[in-house]
């Protein structure tokens, strides 16, 4: 079931996204993401200069050392990977969950909904998320998914993109986001507007403090966020109490 995308505000280089559907939207990207499958990791090195692959270890270290795990928006596999216990991913892209499975064939790979798990209550000793909270429609309900889901005690880590204090370096990020997504998706797929999704996506995400927030209101303790690039990109996590 694929994961769907919520309404939001965007300028006007974006209005086709503006008036697109929920579904329709959602469908828009899934088939971004299932055109760029193959391109996504290099896509990511480009798009930071390789610190993403810093920031994926920084999470892992933050989990510390559970038992399981379960990776939300997988993707690729990249973060999945990366922990030293029995992992699940679940994504909405069939072509990112093959290549996962290439990678590691003994994981675990599921095609489902972030708002809708499969999954018992309490099964996991830490959640993950890499760069997909933004693209929920309901980022409460994903976030309550995530809570219920894991056992007490256990952790929810995301890593994604910020929104920086600073208002010239906000602005100065959210230009380079404007003028070089549209490269990336020339380069990536053949469509110059390919990767403006990020960039709609991130509109109405409130981002590490609205985050942090919305998971102190659920009821997650020790809430937090760790900043990279001046708070261009953050990592969010709490706990769900013992």
């Not at 990776?71 to 290549?99: H, K, N, P, S, Y």
């Not at 070089?180 to 999704?197: E, I, K, Q, T, V």
Request: proline share 6%.
């Amino acid at each position: 079931m694929p994961v769907r995308y919520k309404p939001i505000p965007l300028p006007a280089s974006l209005w086709y996204f503006g008036r697109m559907s929920n579904d329709s939207r959602a469908a828009q990207v899934h088939r971004l993401f299932a055109r760029i499958a193959r391109r996504y990791d290099l896509l990511n090195d480009v798009m930071t200069l390789g610190c993403h692959r810093y920031w994926k270890c920084r999470l892992i270290k933050l989990a510390g050392q559970p038992r399981t795990a379960l990776d939300l928006c997988c993707g690729t596999g990249d973060i999945a990977q990366r922990f030293r216990c029995q992992v699940v991913g679940v994504d909405f892209t069939a072509e990112m969950l093959q290549i996962a499975q290439t990678r590691q064939p003994n994981g675990i790979w599921l095609r489902a909904d972030a708002l809708g798990l499969p999954f018992p209550d309490n099964s996991f000793d830490v959640v993950s998320v890499g760069y997909g909270l933004r693209n929920l429609t309901d980022l409460e309900v994903g976030l309550r998914e995530a809570y219920r889901v894991l056992r007490p005690g256990g952790k929810l880590l995301s890593l994604d993109f910020g929104k920086p204090d600073a208002a010239w370096w906000r602005k100065l990020f959210f230009a380079h986001l404007r003028f070089h997504l549209p490269w990336m998706g020339r380069w990536s797929c053949g469509d110059p507007d390919a990767y403006n999704y990020i960039l709609a996506s991130l509109e109405n995400y409130p981002a590490q403090r609205g985050v942090q927030q919305l998971m102190d209101t659920i009821g997650y303790r020790s809430c937090g966020y760790e900043e990279f690039f001046g708070g261009a990109m953050a990592i969010n996590s709490g706990s769900k109490p013992s």
